[in-house]
């Protein structure tokens, strides 16, 4: 029949109208619907589709024996498989990830609380019996809290006022412990039955195909085929009935009828070992939210004066907390404390406003003793108590110990209260330290329990700004350029590192350009040029080794006087190993001959006269002018350009000897008359040495 046909939730209750009653008009189709699967876990045959509002529903009519094959897999039903499947469909209704436990059987489930990550540890077992969970199995790790779930079922001939006696008797011997236990109420034979046969279906159809083919050999293919449709049909029904099921189970649903076993006498469902903490019904609209509120009830219980991050589920990360400390670096830096809110701005107000770390509005962050109270009062109260003086050192693990002490109980995660060690420091311009040794101020999350933080003097912001500049245009160091205490000792380490890789080279240009000077003649006591510069900047690097506190040093830095731009001095001083170098393995004998012909006066001495002076100028200029170690190279190329130039000068021809004979071959005659008297002349004189010379004569 086309009525018939596609037939929905919707168009059944429109055919049943009038015999459908509800009690809100209006929901007529929910009822249908819950009637319908209900049905479908008892009688294989009806199908409905997964769409949840309005789905399809469909009779499959077979005369398969498809029960014939569930009897033969009967007996792989047993406890074990029971509790491992409802294990399973409670481990998926409160959203668990985890798939392996640990040695306690315990599997780790991490959560988002008010912004920070916490851990929480959830274990399976049957609680009345302490062979299988023993008081250890009930004992939290430290910083987490323990849900121990027990299952919606027992043996027969036990009950859950069993499961309720053990818990009261661990809470009377002492057991203490941030663990709830989760006590469900039992499932009625009703709903085990649908356990059973799920347990039954799931052997064979979840397994290897061998499995299904093994149980249903007696069946033909085609029958096969039909029966296994069937029951992959019931096997889901039976699988979202006992969803529900588990959710009434557990207190995350209102009991109906034939669900659960009515027992009046469990009425404690959530039970606390720590004393501390009484849980509430559990409340949500399904299982998951009702894990979700009450892992929210623990954590506030155990921390009620933790920060309030929002939205709460979403967690702080290091990488928004190092942008948090980046603003409170740039306003203590600033005369009034206030800077405009960049980067990651958003984040910046999350946390700032919710931890009292400054108070960000909407384009600016403040920072300031009037918006560091919450933690500026506290921690002078720890530290009179600790008998501590303002001046005098703290390590980072005491200031933990202070933000752990303080009531209500915070419960920050460490890369959080470093952000509030990181602001008390800037704040109160204290410097970092590890080991005995000046550090730079770590980022969230990488701060040391053994890290000290000091009192230290500082420089005026505009010494220090000079120096942030001259740091750069000298050495090439980039500095915070905001004035802190941390700022100023990372500043001056490295610029004492820089200064001592480079004394050796600075020292060791100055005698060799002056030895160059003296070689070509220059006037050594000039107050510019490369000699001037050289010693400058020798005597820079001098200075700024020996300065004695790190606030010399920055004054130093910034009020030094050079000759040249601090450009100039930088080329210098990043040139002066190979200039010293070049310099040092010059030959310069090979200039000898230009400066004597120089002193001739002659064209000669003017040309080689011009090369000394290219030479001289080069060496007189600054680096970043002309470079030395071409300048010298092109002085040698001058050098021998000049000397190829030079003809030497043609001797006189000596006076012709008696037995000298002089020949002469016209141009253009040939040359057998020559070469015959050249063979007579050297036969009569063969017992001599005889000298043949020629030439052309132009």
Same mark, same amino acid.
């Given at each position: 029949?086309?009525a018939?046909?596609?037939?929905t939730a919707?168009?059944?209750?429109?055919?049943?109208?009038?015999?459908?009653v509800?009690?809100?008009?209006?929901?007529?189709?929910?009822?249908?619907?819950a009637?319908v699967?209900?049905?479908a876990r008892?009688?294989?045959?009806?199908?409905?589709?997964?769409e949840s509002?309005?789905p399809i529903?469909?009779?499959?009519?077979?005369?398969v024996?498809?029960?014939?094959?569930?009897?033969?897999a009967?007996?792989?039903?047993?406890?074990?498989?029971?509790?491992?499947l409802?294990?399973?469909?409670?481990?998926d209704a409160l959203g $668990?990830?985890?798939?392996?436990?640990?040695?306690?059987?315990?599997?780790a489930?991490?959560?988002?609380?008010?912004?920070?990550r916490?851990?929480?540890?959830?274990?399976f077992?049957?609680?009345?019996?302490?062979?299988?969970l023993?008081?250890d199995?009930?004992r939290?790790?430290?910083g987490t809290?323990?849900?121990v779930?027990?299952?919606?079922?027992d043996?027969?001939?036990?009950?859950?006022?069993?499961?309720?006696?053990?818990?009261?008797?661990?809470?009377?011997?002492?057991?203490?412990s941030?663990?709830v236990v989760?006590?469900?109420?039992?499932?009625?034979?009703?709903?085990?039955?649908?356990?059973r046969r799920?347990v039954?279906l799931?052997?064979?159809?979840?397994?290897?195909?061998?499995?299904?083919?093994?149980?249903a050999?007696?069946?033909?293919?085609?029958?096969?085929?039909?029966?296994r449709?069937?029951?992959?049909?019931?096997?889901?029904?039976?699988?979202?009935?006992?969803?529900?099921?588990v959710?009434?189970?557990y207190?995350?649903?209102?009991?109906t009828?034939?669900?659960?076993?009515?027992?009046?006498?469990?009425?404690?469902?959530?039970?606390?070992?720590?004393?501390?903490?009484?849980?509430?019904?559990?409340?949500?609209?399904d299982?998951?939210?009702a894990?979700?509120?009450?892992?929210?009830?623990? *954590?506030?219980?155990?921390?009620?004066?933790?920060?309030?991050?929002?939205?709460a589920?979403?967690?702080?990360?290091?990488?928004e907390?190092?942008?948090?400390?980046?603003?409170?670096?740039r306003?203590?830096?600033?005369?009034?404390?206030?800077?405009?809110?960049?980067?990651?701005?958003?984040?910046?107000?999350?946390i700032?406003?919710?931890?009292?770390?400054?108070?960000?509005?909407?384009?600016? *962050?403040? *920072?300031?003793?009037?918006?560091?109270?919450?933690w500026g009062?506290?921690?002078?109260?720890?530290?009179?108590?600790d008998?501590?003086?303002?001046?005098?050192?703290v390590?980072?693990?005491q200031?933990?110990g202070w933000?752990?002490?303080?009531?209500?109980?915070l419960?920050l995660?460490?890369?959080?209260?470093?952000?509030?060690?990181?602001?008390?420091?800037?704040l109160?311009?204290?410097?970092?330290?590890?080991?005995?040794?000046p550090?730079?101020?770590?980022?969230?999350?990488q701060?040391?329990?053994?890290?000290?933080l000091r009192?230290?003097?500082l420089?005026t912001?505009?010494d220090y700004r000079?120096a942030?500049a001259?740091?750069a245009?000298? *050495?090439? $160091?980039?500095?915070?350029?905001?004035l802190?205490?941390p700022?100023?000792?990372?500043?001056?380490e490295?610029?004492?590192t820089?200064?001592?890789?480079?004394?050796?080279?600075?020292?060791?240009?100055?005698?060799?350009v002056e030895?160059?000077?003296?070689?070509?003649?220059?006037?050594?006591a000039?107050?510019?040029g490369?000699?001037a510069?050289?010693r400058?900047v020798?005597?820079?690097?001098?200075r700024?080794?020996?300065a004695?506190?790190?606030?010399?040093?920055?004054?130093?830095? %910034?009020? %030094?006087?050079?000759p040249v731009?601090?450009?100039?001095?930088?080329?210098?001083?990043?040139?002066?190993?190979?200039?010293?170098?070049?310099l040092?393995?010059?030959?310069?004998?090979?200039?000898?001959?230009?400066l004597?012909?120089?002193r001739?006066g002659?064209?000669?001495?003017?040309?080689g006269?011009a090369?000394i002076?290219?030479?001289?100028?080069?060496?007189?200029?600054?680096?970043?002018?002309?470079?030395?170690?071409?300048?010298?190279?092109?002085?040698?190329?001058?050098v021998f %350009?000049?000397?190829a130039?030079?003809k030497?000068?043609?001797?006189?021809?000596?006076?012709?000897k008696?037995d000298?004979?002089?020949?002469?071959l016209?141009?253009g005659?040939?040359?057998?008359?020559?070469?015959?008297k050249?063979?007579?002349?050297?036969?009569?004189?063969?017992?001599?040495?005889?000298?043949v010379?020629?030439r052309?004569?132009?």
């Open positions: 029949m086309p018939l046909k596609e037939l919707g168009r059944l209750a429109s055919l049943n109208h009038g015999s459908i509800s009690p809100l008009p209006g929901s007529e189709v929910g009822i249908v619907l009637k699967k209900d049905w008892q009688v294989p045959e009806i199908h409905v589709d997964a509002r309005n529903i469909r009779v499959q009519l077979s005369d024996d498809y029960e014939s094959v569930v009897e033969r009967r007996g792989e039903d047993n406890d074990g498989r029971r509790r491992e409802l294990k399973e469909l409670v481990r $668990l990830t985890a798939r392996d436990a640990d040695v306690f059987g315990a599997y489930h991490s959560v988002i609380w008010r912004g920070s916490r851990a929480v540890d959830v274990v077992g049957n609680v009345r019996d302490a062979s299988w023993t008081d199995h009930f939290a790790r430290p809290w323990r849900v779930i027990d299952h919606p079922f043996e027969a001939g036990h009950s859950a006022a069993e499961d309720l006696a053990r818990v009261d008797r661990m809470k009377d011997t002492g057991l203490q941030r663990t989760w006590l469900p109420r039992f499932l009625a034979e009703e709903r085990m039955r649908d356990v799920l039954v799931d052997w064979l159809l979840g397994g290897a195909g061998e499995r299904w083919t093994t149980y050999d007696h069946l033909s293919e085609v029958d096969r085929v039909q029966a449709a069937i029951l992959e049909t019931q096997r889901s029904a039976l699988r979202e009935g006992l969803r529900r099921a959710q009434e189970a207190g995350a649903a209102a009991p009828a034939g669900t659960i076993i009515d027992d009046s006498s469990h009425d404690r469902v959530l039970e606390s070992l720590d004393r501390g903490f009484t849980p509430a019904h559990p409340v949500g609209a299982l998951g939210a894990f979700s509120h009450l892992i929210d009830q623990a *954590f506030s219980s155990t921390y009620p004066g933790h920060p309030r991050f929002e939205p589920d979403t967690e702080i990360t290091p990488r907390l190092a942008a948090v400390y980046s603003h409170i670096e306003a203590v830096g600033d005369r009034d404390g206030r800077v405009r809110l960049e980067s990651d701005v958003a984040a910046v107000r999350r700032v406003n919710a931890l009292h770390v400054g108070r960000a509005g909407e384009t600016h *962050f403040v *920072f300031g003793d009037d918006g560091f109270t919450t009062t506290e921690f002078e109260r720890a530290a009179a108590r008998g501590l003086q303002p001046h005098d050192a390590q980072v693990n200031i933990r933000i752990d002490a303080m009531r209500p109980e419960g995660r460490d890369e959080v209260s470093d952000l509030v060690i990181l602001a008390w420091v800037a109160r311009q204290r410097a970092w330290y590890h080991h005995g040794a550090v730079a101020a770590p980022k969230p999350g701060v040391k329990p053994e890290m000290e009192t230290e003097p420089p912001v505009e000079q942030v001259r740091a245009a000298l *050495f090439g $160091l980039v500095a915070n350029p905001y802190t205490a700022a100023v000792a990372e500043l001056t490295r610029l004492r820089e200064v001592a890789s480079r004394v050796d080279a600075a020292n060791g240009l100055t005698p060799k030895d160059a000077y003296a070689r070509l003649g220059l006037n050594a000039g107050t510019s490369r000699l510069t050289a400058a020798a005597g820079l690097i001098g700024l080794r020996t004695g506190d790190r606030v010399k040093l920055v004054e130093l830095l %910034a009020h %030094a006087e050079l731009t601090d450009a100039a001095a930088a080329k210098s001083l990043s040139s002066a190993t190979i200039v010293g170098e070049a040092h393995a010059y030959r310069w004998e090979r200039l000898d001959p230009l004597e012909a120089e001739a002659d064209d000669a001495g003017h040309k006269k090369i002076n290219t030479l001289r100028t080069a060496l007189q200029a600054d680096e970043i002018t002309t470079a030395a170690k071409k300048a010298l190279e092109a002085a040698v190329d001058g %350009a000049w000397l130039d030079r030497p000068p043609l001797l006189p021809r000596p006076p012709l008696p000298d004979v002089s020949l002469t016209p141009k005659s040939p040359s057998q008359p020559v070469l015959a050249l063979a007579a002349f050297l036969t009569a004189h063969q017992n001599q040495q005889v000298v010379e020629w052309v004569q132009e």
